[in-house]
Antibody
């Protein structure tokens, strides 16, 4: 069974940093591109970042570019999101998601339960 | 960035009726890399349709997707009470993914 379990969310002050982790199991992690998607309270979905199977191709939404860094450790079956210079607009549930098919963009068919990041003083 | 605009914002229908949701892209979506998701309160989104018209594993056949280029449609042929939720379209043909703002399907 595919499982994606996020951790690392919490309350952080404006300008602070946080590192999210996603532990993957039930599939060959190194074969799938991965993404972070967020959802502000009561709002819609916003794609944040993606990383291909070996980290050679990385993309960010304009809203986080230069502040967030996505990475992965295939040996540990883990995905990460380092978030710096956080602002109130970054308050959201952050979902770890997996592409439907190996090694190419194919739709996001597995989602974690999400981890809440709250940026407030 | 490809902007996806969904309409209507809210759709009020009764169980058994047919629902038609629209998603329009600001530019052509490469290879019809367009997906639809369903999200219920407190839950993560669920993939319904990928490649504009292919149903994901386990999705009932009352859900169907159609369209190409800039105009896409999700149709639910006969609404079941469990179908009332928020629906999002998503393009993944461009390296910078984007989502539509969502359509809320509510019980009339």
């Amino acid at each position: 069974e595919v499982q994606l379990v996020e951790s690392g969310g919490g309350l952080v002050k404006p300008g602070g940093s946080l590192r999210l982790s996603c532990a993957a199991s039930g599939f060959t992690f190194s074969s799938y591109s991965m993404n972070w998607v967020r959802q502000a309270p009561g709002k819609g979905l916003e794609w944040v970042s993606s990383i291909n199977i070996n980290g050679a191709y990385i993309y960010y939404a304009d809203s986080v570019k230069g502040r967030f860094t996505i990475s992965r450790d295939n040996a540990k079956n883990s995905l990460y999101l380092q978030m710096n210079s956080l602002g109130a607009e970054d308050t959201a549930v952050y979902y770890c998601t997996r592409e439907r098919a190996p090694n190419y963009n194919s739709g996001l068919n597995y989602w974690g339960q999400g981890t809440l990041v709250t940026v407030s003083s | 960035e490809i902007v996806l605009t969904q309409s209507p914002g809210t759709l009020s229908l009764s169980p058994g009726e047919r629902a038609t949701l629209s998603c329009r892209a600001s530019q052509s979506v490469s290879s019809s890399y367009l997906a639809w998701y369903q999200q219920k309160p407190g839950q993560a989104p669920r993939l319904l349709i990928y490649g504009a018209s292919s149903r994901a594993t386990g999705i009932p056949d009352r859900f169907s997707g159609s369209g190409s280029a800039t105009d896409f449609t999700l149709t639910i042929s006969r609404l079941d009470p469990e179908d009332f939720a928020v629906y999002y379209c998503h393009q993944y043909g461009n390296s910078l993914y984007t989502f539509g703002q969502g359509t809320k399907l509510e019980i009339k």
